[in-house]
C-alpha cells in the first residue's frame, strides 16, 4: 500500500502495521483506523488528475483506498452512484440545494457493497478463500456477490428476523447462510467464534478496520459529483455507526489533501425507536447505553452499535446534528423521493432523508441550506413496507366514463 | 433531430415525419421504425470520439437517438450498464468468452429504463405533462420512476391481478395506478382510450416507435465496452419482441456507420409456456398464434407479442437461432448467475442465460463461441421466486458445536 503508514486504535493509540487480516486492537480492543500519509497523496493525486480517469467505480480514488499497488479490483462495478440534483425538492422544503446520493443502485443494491468490495480484495492479499459476517441484511448480500463475483466462498450469519427478500438474495449468490435462532447479538458471536475457529476473513462491521475506508467513497464521489464543493450538510442513516464514520472519513481526507477547503456538518439520522448513538451525542457523553431495536428500517435497528465511538466523535468533529424520527416519518420521506426524485429507497436508506425533513421543519437547519441525503439502500429490498408506505391503486372497470370524473386535468 | 430522417411502416413502407408523439402507421396500423441518416453520423461519430466523452449513460450515443439536439436529458441514471466477464462461467460452459451485461442495475432495476429515459424526453418535445402506458411491470415502474424524476405526471393501467409488490413500486413513484377490473387487454384498451381522450404522452410498447431506440443502447454498450469486438452470439429473452428487436437494431447501426465490422447471431430465448415468436421463427412463417401464458417469468409471458414481426425479422436476419427453457431451467440459471458472477436476475431477466447454457448442452452453439447473455432485470422485483431458486438457509441455534457438523473445510 503505497500511502497507507499503519492502523491505529482510536481508544489506546497503539499502531500496528498495515496487515490485511486487521481486526480490532490486540492491546485493548478497540476499534482500528488506518492512517494515510496525506501530503504524498496530495502530491499524487489532484482535481486534475482525477478529471482525466476513466474508471466509474470506487476504484478510481486508489490513492485514498488501503489496498495493495498491485491488487486486481475485478469484481462487481461498486460505487459512482449517481447523485441526482432535486431542484424541485429543494424549493418544496427550502433548501437552496439538494442533491440526493443513490447508493441503492450498487450491485446489490446498497452503500455496502463499498465495505464489500474492499473486504473481498483484503481477502485475497491475506490469501483467504472464505470471507464470512454476521449481519441483518445489507452488509451479508453486498458481501456474498462480491464475494460469488471473485470466487470466493462465503459464510453469513443473520438473525431469524432478516427480511426475506434479503436472504433471498444471498442464498441466489452462493452464500452458505447461516440463520441463527436468536437477535442480532447471538449471530455477531457465533460468527466471530466460527471465524476464529476455521480462519475466514472477517467482513464484520467495526472489527474490520478497512471496511470504513471502503465507504468513505460515497464521499469522495459526493465532493467530485459536485465539483469539489461541499454542501452545508449531508444527512446520514446512523445503525452501527461506520456508515456515517465512514462518510466523514471521506470529506477528512479530501480535506487533508486540499481537494475541498471546507467540511460539511453531519445530520445524524436514527430511529425514534433505536437512537443509542443520537442519545449519547445528545446527553454529551461517549458512553453507550443499548436500547431495544424498536423500528421497521431493519438496517439501522442496532440497539448495541459496534462503531459506537467512532460515530459520536465524527458527528461532533463536523458540528453535526441528531435527528431522530418515527418510523410514519420514515414512510412518508419514501414516498415523496419517490415522487419527486425517481428514487425509491428502503426505510433505513431514506431515513437520512427523513431527517432532514424534520431539521429543516424544526428549524434546526437554516433555510437557504445546501444539503445532501445518502440514500444506502434500494426500496426493493423491502417491498411489505413498501406497500405500506404506498397505498392502494384505485380500482375501476374498463369504462372511460367512470375514469373522466377523476382525471384532474 | 440532426441524424434522423423519417419514420417508416415495417408492414407497408409508408413514412412519416419524426414528431415526438408518433404512434403506428397511419395507413395500416403496423409497427414504425426510426430512419437514420447513417452516412451523416458516420462522419460524426467514431471510436476515437466517443473515448473522449465522460458521460456515463445512453446519452452517450446521441448521434444515433432520436433526439432533438438541444433536448435536455436530466432524469435518473439509465444505462452504460456494467458488462462482466465470466471467465470461470465460460470455462464451465466451454466458450472461449461470456460476458453478463447486467442491465437490473438501471436506476427502477430493469433494461425497460432505456426506453422509458427516451419516452419521457420525447413527451417533453411533444409539450406532453403527462405520460401514460399500461403495463403489470417493468415497463410500468421505468415510466414512473422516469416521469417522477423529471416532474412529469404518469397514468398507468394495470390489470386487477398484477402482483402488489410491482404496483407498490409504481405507488411510490407517484404514478396514478389504475387497477382495472378485468385482464391485461382490458387495461391495454381502456388506457388506449385514455391517452386518445386526453392526450396524454403514449409509452404503450410498439405503439411508440421510439421505444426500441431508447433499448438499442445496450447493444451500444456492448459493443464500445468491447473495444468494438462483436460476440459470436447475443442471448436475450422474448416476450413482446420489442426487446430483441431493439438490441438487433443497435448491432445493425453500428454496422452500418462502421463501428463495428460483423454482426453477431442473436439468440432468442422464451418459456417453453409461452414462446409465440419462437414458433412462428421455427416454423418458417411470420403468422403468430397466440399462446397461453404459462411460465413464472412474468416479464416475457406475453401470448400475443405486440412486436411480434420486428422481432421475428431480428432473429432470421441475424442467423439466430430459437431456444426455449422450462421454469426449472430458468431458476437454475438464476442460481447458476448468482453463485458464479454475482449477478442476480429476476426469471425473465436470466431467460437469456438459460438459454444459452440449454443452446450449448444441445450443441446448437459451438463449444469455443463468444457469447454476451443480457440480464435485463433485477432479481428483487421478484423474491417469491428467488426464494423457489435458492432455497432456504440453514436454521440453528446460537451454538458452535452445531456448527462444526456441517462446515465443510
Not at 491505529?8 to 498495515?18: D, L, N, V
Not at 452488509?139 to 432478516?162: E, K, M, T, V, W
Request: glycine share 10%; hydrophobic share 45%.
Amino acid at each position: 500500500m503505497l500511502y497507507v503508514r499503519a492502523a491505529t486504535c482510536i481508544h489506546c493509540g497503539a499502531e500496528y502495521p498495515p496487515r490485511p487480516d486487521l481486526t480490532v486492537c490486540a492491546q485493548c480492543g478497540g476499534v482500528l483506523e488506518i492512517l494515510y500519509d496525506y501530503p504524498r497523496i496530495a502530491a499524487a493525486l489532484n482535481s486534475a488528475v482525477l478529471a482525466e480517469r476513466r474508471e466509474t467505480t470506487m476504484w478510481r480514488y486508489r490513492e485514498l483506498l488501503p489496498i495493495e499497488a498491485d491488487s486486481d479490483t475485478a469484481g462487481l462495478r461498486v460505487g459512482w452512484s449517481p447523485l441526482y440534483p432535486a431542484p424541485r425538492l429543494a424549493a418544496t422544503l427550502g433548501l437552496a440545494e439538494l442533491y440526493i446520493k443513490d447508493d441503492g443502485l450498487n450491485p446489490t443494491a446498497s452503500l455496502k457493497d463499498r465495505a464489500s468490495a474492499l473486504a473481498v480484495i483484503k481477502a485475497g492479499e491475506a490469501g483467504a478463500d472464505t470471507v464470512a459476517c454476521s449481519s441483518t441484511g445489507n452488509a451479508a448480500s453486498s458481501l456474498a456477490g462480491s464475494a460469488a463475483a471473485r470466487g470466493l466462498r462465503s459464510y453469513i450469519f443473520i438473525p431469524a428476523r432478516a427480511p426475506k427478500g434479503k436472504v433471498a438474495q444471498l442464498m441466489m449468490f452462493g452464500a452458505n447462510v447461516i440463520s441463527v435462532q436468536g437477535n442480532y447479538e447471538d449471530a455477531f458471536r457465533l460468527s466471530a467464534e466460527a471465524i476464529e475457529r476455521w480462519g475466514w476473513y472477517n467482513r464484520n462491521a467495526a472489527i474490520n478496520p478497512y471496511l470504513s475506508d471502503g465507504k468513505k467513497t460515497v464521499s469522495l464521489e459526493i465532493a467530485e459529483q459536485l465539483g469539489w464543493q461541499v454542501p452545508d450538510y449531508v444527512a446520514v442513516s446512523v445503525g452501527d455507526g461506520c456508515t456515517i464514520a465512514g462518510v466523514w472519513k471521506g470529506f477528512q481526507d479530501l480535506y487533508e489533501i486540499g481537494l475541498i477547503r471546507r467540511l460539511p456538518r453531519l445530520i445524524s439520522v436514527q430511529a425514534t425507536g433505536c437512537c443509542p448513538i443520537n442519545q449519547a451525542i445528545e446527553a454529551g457523553t461517549e458512553d453507550l447505553i443499548p436500547m431495544a431495536e424498536d423500528t421497521l428500517a431493519d438496517s439501522i435497528a442496532v440497539g448495541r452499535p459496534r462503531n459506537f465511538h467512532k460515530a459520536v466523535r465524527a458527528v461532533r468533529a463536523s458540528g453535526g446534528i441528531t435527528v431522530n424520527v418515527s418510523d410514519q416519518e420514515i414512510l412518508s420521506a419514501m414516498a415523496l423521493l419517490g415522487k419527486t426524485c425517481g428514487v425509491f429507497g428502503e426505510p433505513a436508506g431514506v431515513t437520512g432523508a427523513a431527517g432532514l425533513i424534520k431539521a429543516l421543519a424544526e428549524k434546526k437547519i437554516p433555510a437557504g441550506a445546501t444539503a445532501v441525503s445518502i440514500v444506502t439502500g434500494n426500496g426493493l429490498k423491502d417491498i411489505a413496507n413498501a406497500v405500506n408506505a404506498a397505498g392502494e391503486p384505485l380500482s375501476l372497470p374498463p369504462d372511460i366514463s367512470q375514469l373522466s370524473g377523476i382525471i384532474t386535468k
